[in-house]
């Protein structure tokens, strides 16, 4: 999964659709939202060098027309100006853990997350 923002950029937010797989019982996990933390890290693809290490995240759930269905979620990254202050590739990773069941689960699971900070035509901070 390859995720592009512009350098100096809070937009949009990183979004990621949690996939089902044996890993994550979605029921069970609905059930245990008040008892899950999530943080998301960020490291220099070139480097190895963390440019965020644990910073909160959220779990948001997917909006659908079928309300009898199995929920699904996102988990949701909202970038702060400092986390894009640099041009390059990243590689993120999600840490969900279940306090319950002194779990940790890893996301993404099958791939790697590519964050790509590219440099913009314009100046995105501007105070109006």
Request: aromatic share 12%; proline share 4%; charged share 25%.
């Amino acid at each position: 999964m390859t995720f592009f923002i512009n350098k100096n950029s809070e937009l949009p937010a990183l979004k990621m659709e949690f996939v089902q797989n044996g890993d994550v019982d979605f029921k069970q996990l609905a059930k245990e939202l008040e008892n899950v933390s999530i943080s998301f890290s960020m490291r220099n693809k070139e480097t190895g060098v963390f440019k965020i290490v644990n910073s909160p995240a959220t779990l948001e759930l997917k909006d659908t027309i079928y309300p009898d269905l199995t929920p699904e979620y996102y988990i949701v990254y909202n970038w702060k100006l400092k986390d894009t202050n640099q041009v390059g590739t990243f590689i993120g990773e999600f840490n969900i853990i279940f306090h319950n069941e002194n779990k940790i689960l890893i996301a993404p699971v099958r791939e790697t997350l590519e964050i790509i900070v590219q440099q913009s035509f314009s100046k995105s901070n501007v105070v109006c």
